[in-house]
């Protein structure tokens, strides 16, 4: 009866306290493990994320055409049927990672939103890469900040859209 509710009870406290307890520990982990570097690293990636989504569209003379092949390019299998008779989709081009890469993202969301998710890949995955290729060949991994540079060097300003997403590769 009741000896056995207070019993249940007192587990369940003590079950709620050990869980509070590991999450303060892996909480007080966590801040031990930032690093100037890291901060730093995050700092540069807000910075990154700014340059990409702050503006309605993105820098590079190339995009435009970009984001406008990507909405082309979904709307060959519903839209217009004249599309099916003046374009058709070549597989062998080096254009073919990034957009089928966008083809799911311009349907869900648009070409726009599609061009600024893959700038997004490159600004943060060329930094990231970057660091762990400088740890494999035995170099110091924060001269992986430069990856930011880098991802946002001259092919992001003319807009070859394959350019930029290949380099983290």
């Not at 009870?9 to 801040?31: D, I």
């Not at 061009?115 to 762990?132: D, E, I, S």
């Amino acid at each position: 009866g009741r000896g056995a509710r207070i019993a249940g009870r007192r587990r369940r406290a003590h079950r709620v306290r050990r869980s509070a307890q590991r999450a303060h520990g892996r909480l007080a982990a966590a801040v031990r493990r930032v690093t100037p570097e890291r901060a730093w690293f995050w700092l540069a990636a807000l910075f990154a994320l700014g340059a990409v989504w702050a503006h309605p569209y993105p820098a590079g003379i190339d995009l435009p055409q970009h984001a406008n092949l990507f909405r082309l390019w979904t709307e060959l299998w519903n839209g217009p049927v004249e599309y099916r008779g003046l374009y058709r989709v070549e597989l062998f081009t080096p254009y073919l990672l990034p957009y089928a890469a966008a083809f799911p993202l311009t349907k869900l969301f648009g070409a726009v939103t599609a061009v600024k998710a893959l700038l997004t890949f490159a600004a943060l995955g060329t930094p990231l890469l970057m660091r762990r290729w400088l740890r494999s060949v035995g170099a110091d991994p924060r001269f992986a900040m430069v990856g930011f540079v880098v991802a946002f060097g001259f092919p992001y300003l003319w807009g070859f859209l394959s350019n930029v997403v290949a380099l983290p590769l």
